[in-house]
């Protein structure tokens, strides 16, 4: 199966001249850096931090360090009012017996640094600071151009590969966003290489399945979701998920209001003469340059596509499930 070469990992680089969103709220996001403490300088720190309502928010922080399971720890964080640019967290977690037990973790947001302390209980009470800085995170694919003999069904400058009503139009800065039909190419596809760009609303309030929803329909029958999932942990009904199909290998989302890529490599299902179906389908996902989904059996259709049925080549859709996703440089290669 022909892949994306050299796409292991995402660019740790902060974008410069990133353009932040009006609704941006200068808290959620990618937290990168360092304890300041001499004796845990060797450990690695970094948040992600994720808003539960208007004024909440979750800070998911990964430490660890040479040698050690990075752990994965949870606490919450809230404003005071809306206006407010800076959120204030606190929560106790359990790093585990190598990494020191118990600790209690306080820390503030403000001008987009995070910083804050680690302290320990009980045995160890020793306290360490950190300081962390928010960081937007390039896919190494995002902007791609199209190969040579790729397919583009949307560029930025017409939407005419696409079976679309009035309502798909193109915005301002060459994206479309979701409306209330789902988005079908004229042309169908069977193996292939498939890059998508998508960029998720924020919608604080949403719970679920309304956190900016959406869908990659391969072949317009297998989906790899499109939703709100940063700082969650995999599911088949997340982000990169393919619906009671297959759960990612890690969740490899970025915060809402940020781009994000899909690099799909499809191998369609094969049907002897009679039209029987011998081998079924195959998926590899990289989402913002990590590998998700690597050669999954797809031993059928997933829900809410073209058709029920498979066939050796379909087209591509883009699911409306009413909240306003957008997407931008989409190219198909045929490997047939």
């Not at 640019?85 to 990494?99: M, R």
């Not at 069904?153 to 590969?161: P, R, V």
């Not at 679920?208 to 088949?236: C, I, K, T």
């Not at 931008?328 to 490997?335: G, Q, T």
């Amino acid at each position: 199966m022909v892949r994306i070469a050299g796409i292991v990992a995402l660019s740790l680089a902060l974008l410069a001249g990133y353009a932040v969103a009006d609704d941006d709220d200068f808290i959620m996001g990618n937290y990168h850096g360092r304890f300041d403490t001499d004796a845990r300088q060797a450990r690695t720190v970094r948040a992600e931090v994720a808003a539960t309502a208007k004024l909440r928010y979750r800070a998911v922080f990964h430490i660890g360090g040479e040698g050690l399971d990075t752990r994965r720890v949870e606490i919450t964080g809230k404003r005071d009012r809306e206006e407010d640019k800076h959120a204030a967290f606190s929560g106790e977690v359990d790093l585990g017996e190598a990494l020191g037990g118990l600790y209690a973790i306080e820390g503030r947001i403000e001008n987009e640094t995070f910083a804050g302390t680690l302290k320990g209980k009980g045995r160890r009470a020793e306290t360490a600071a950190f300081t962390l800085k928010r960081v937007f995170l390039e896919p190494p694919t995002r902007g791609m151009a199209p190969p040579e003999g790729a397919v583009v069904l949307m560029d930025g400058q017409s939407m005419d590969a696409w079976h679309t009503l009035p309502h798909w139009q193109l915005l301002g800065d060459g994206s479309a966003q979701v409306v209330p039909t789902n988005l079908v190419s004229k042309q169908e596809f069977g193996d292939a290489l498939i890059h998508v760009e998508f960029l998720i609303p924020f919608m604080p309030n949403a719970t679920g399945q309304a956190r900016g929803n959406s869908g990659v329909y391969v072949q317009g029958r297998y989906e790899v979701q499109v939703l709100d999932s940063f700082a969650d942990l995999p599911a088949d009904n997340l982000c990169g998920g393919i619906y009671k199909k297959a759960v990612p290998l890690v969740c490899a989302s970025l915060p809402p209001l940020q781009w994000q890529t899909y690099d799909i490599t499809f191998r369609a299902p094969r049907f002897d003469a009679n039209g029987n179906k011998i081998q079924h389908a195959e998926i590899t996902v990289v989402h913002n340059g990590i590998t998700i989904h690597d050669n999954v059996v797809l031993d059928g259709v997933t829900a809410g596509g073209v058709s029920a049925e498979e066939a050796p080549a379909g087209p591509l859709m883009l699911q409306d499930h009413g909240d306003p996703v957008r997407f931008r440089n989409i190219w198909v290669k045929p490997l047939d």
